[in-house]
């Protein structure tokens, strides 16, 4: 019987590299969010309000998991006064 890691491991294997970069920037995007809000000191439910969004949808975003569209990005940035990603 094959373990729960060496099953983990196989499916890993079988994810694309395209898949396992856009989950390691989705990641990185919502530590680097929450990071900015520890720092200014404002809650989940305050970025919600300043956005017109629910505090569901911004728990969702900090998840890890989102399809951060690039519009997304720039409300967040914009309420939150920083430039959250550069090219």
């Not at 890691?5 to 395209?18: G, K, Q, R």
């Not at 856009?22 to 309000?49: G, T, Y």
Request: glycine share 4%.
């Amino acid at each position: 019987m094959k373990t729960t890691a060496i099953l983990f491991d196989e499916c890993l294997a079988e994810v694309s590299d395209d898949i396992k970069i856009e989950l390691d920037m989705s990641f990185a995007l919502a530590d680097k969010i929450d990071s900015i809000l520890r720092e200014q000191n404002i809650s989940q439910k305050q970025l919600a309000k300043k956005m017109g969004k629910s505090e569901a949808e911004v728990s969702r975003w900090l998840g890890g998991t989102h399809n951060f569209t690039l519009r997304t990005i720039a409300k967040i940035s914009n309420a939150l006064g920083v430039k959250l990603l550069s090219i």
